[in-house]
């Protein structure tokens, strides 16, 4: 079957045309049994010539590698049907095509063909006519036979398309594209115009003999309308690939991909045999490239410079050259492309000239690249170079995706993707998870510039010591992880004390010398896990045993995590949980602490357990932030607690809520667009919603958060940094927060009754916030002592058990009637006693 289809197109048209002149033989004899009469022999020699002019102006529509010809032959046809005979008709139609033939160097089984193709058409038109006029009987006059003579000329041009059609189809051994509905209304257009004109020739002929002049302007409009429609035809079918062409470019996403759209779309678009880019070596790029398209492949090196491209981009102008130059040099690289013309234009970026785009061998034999193909290849170069731009642009994207900013290392996405893919391929695997000691007092002393030409040394160090099939990666913060393709633990061993020894030299920071010293925690696989996600787990569970030890190395073993049933038990139920929406918000309200006026709620998670009861924020939180569950989970607290805020709203309660977030959400790309989504769904101003988030969590990573924790400012939202005081490089940090309020952290609150010097802590951090215009909010207020002299340090905001502790709303509501509290009603703080007699002191750890 298939070397059956291979030979349509050298064997196809040479058969038709077979069958063709057969179908003229049987056509003629029928003709001159029926048809009666055979005219002048003069109308010979005047219809020759006019078919032969109607050969020659015509209308080509290039189609890849046949052109499709529409031509003016209907206005003699019509004439010669209504004002000659039959046998003269027949004859000059063929005479006519195969001078015209002749003539225009058609090579001879296309000769043949048009012979052939015509004759038949020609004779079936005829016939046609015969019956039609009924031409024994009525005279070539009047309506009918002018009715007749334009169906059997469109008979026979229809005729003639279709077996054009089939020999296309055949020659490109594929079915004909969507153009052929293009040629199909240009030819019913002009037929009907030609066949309108040859009516019009016939009245004239038939009138008096100055009207017959009329003939000669009538044709040079008509040629002159159809030679302008023709360009015009061709600059919309150009222009239509030229859409396609910067279509495709603006679709690209990889540079193969690019180049492989790009150059099939200039073959095209250029009606050429093939296109080739080709970039020479530079600064950029030590050893160049080159791509090449043609009919049949796609081949990426090409290679194939030479002088015409040094030429055009030595000068930067076009050119265009074809096998009868003189120039010896191009003659002999013409022959070493194999090809008889070529068109060459300069390709060109930001930088100026990076390449050369080419194309070589118009398709259509009829015609060769002209200058108006020099300048439709160098717009296609314009749109070229922008694909190229784009496609790097998405590569360098796609590289950002998997890689640290500032290392150059791989990042977590891309080392569990090298994870992922070497477990199920069954391959050994040892991960080694490593974190730096005392980094961040390393990073709070000498600032974190040097805390990143520390991580940047670390991770040359990592590099240099790694087996060069070994794949190092930064998960974040001073967290590193490695990736061995074996699975023997002595061999992980010895590799870990390597990375040891290679982090113990000196490193110089800051006009000081440190050195830095590391925990490694290894799982190997398939020994301690067959999953990724659970390998790197048990990596992490060695490393932090490591570290409590204070060991250098540890290997994962069993008595590290008697809890991992429990906890994997745990996992499984939290992510049904929140399916089945078991988790419920409490609020914890936030007093003034001026004028005792309800400053808002804090909201805070709590997991209704169907065996296990009340499920406390300090199992499940960092539980849900190591499985993966913390996005889900914030997206349901957000959800729940705006969506209570809207209610408070609708009762006329001006009650902002404050959100707990963890900092993989600020690492999350799409949390911004999130929480504008929850926001406008819910109806609720931004500056209703404050985020909370600790101050260690969000300074361990506080380049990549600041993108997005400006964005959430931007948009309207409030920041509050929570747990301040307990982080490292507090005060010299906190002016770098977007961050609208600092929350002190509980350990200084809850000792101020009794230590002097957490009260003059808590008192400085009030006046820095205040001096950097924050608001300042105390949490774990438990007495009336402490509530005075957070007021008489002038601290804005009070929160805890001394107010209330988290409550469901439905209680939080009672809990403002039973103190006469609304949205701008002040707060009567009663003192320890009553507070905890209505709501019996506990120890309530905050979500």
Known sequence: MESWRAALPRYGPHALTGLLSIAAVALIALAVDVVPGSGRPWDLLWLTVAFLLADMLVLKLEVRRQTLVVHFAEIPLVVGLLVSGPVWLVLARTLGVGIGGVLGKLPPYKWFFNVALYLVATTLAVLSFHVLADDTHTSHHGAAAAAAAAVSTAAAALFEFVVVQVVIAL????????????ALWTLVLSGAVSVLTGLVVVTLLQGQVWQRWLLVPLAVVIYLAYRAYSRLLGRHLALERLYEMARSARSSTDRQQALEALLQRVRDVLNAEEARIVVPPDEHSPYGWSARSWEDGFEVPAGGDGVLHELV?????????SSGTNDPALQRWLRERGAREAIVVALSGEAGIIGTLEVTDHLAEVRPFGPADVELLETLAAHAGFA???SNLLERLQYDATHDPLTGLGNRVAFVDALTAALDGKQPAAVCMLDLDEFKDINDALGHHSGDRLLHLVAERLSAALPEAALVARFGGDEFGVLLHTAEQSVAEQVARRIVEALAEPVPLAEAVIHVGASIGVALAPEHAHDAAVLLQRAEIAMYAAKEAGRDLRVFDSTLDDGTPRRLALVAELRDALRQSELVVYYQPKVRLDD?????????VRWHHPTRGIVGPDDFIPLAERSGLIEPL?????ESSLRQCRAWLDEGKHVPVAVNI???????????????RVLERTGVAPAMLTLELTESSVMSDLPRCMGTLHQLVASGVRISVDDFGTGWSSLSQLRHLPASEVKIDKSFILAMATDEHDIAVVGAIVKLAHDLGKRVVAEGIEDKLTWRKLADLGCDVAQGFFLSRPLPPERLAAWMRENALSPGHPVDAPDAAVRRKAYPLRLVSRG
């Open 313 to 321: 981009r030595s000068s930067g102008a076009p050119r265009l050259v």
């Open 596 to 604: 005792e006026e309800i400053a808002g709620v804090e909201a805070l």
């Open 171 to 182: 020659v490109q051994a594929r079915p004909p594209s969507r153009q052929i509905m293009l």
């Open 662 to 676: 963890s900092v993989r959400a600020l690492l999350d790309p799409g949390f911004v667009e999130q929480v504008a």
């Open 388 to 390: 190229l731009e784009n």
């Open 634 to 638: 914030t997206g349901v607290v957000l």
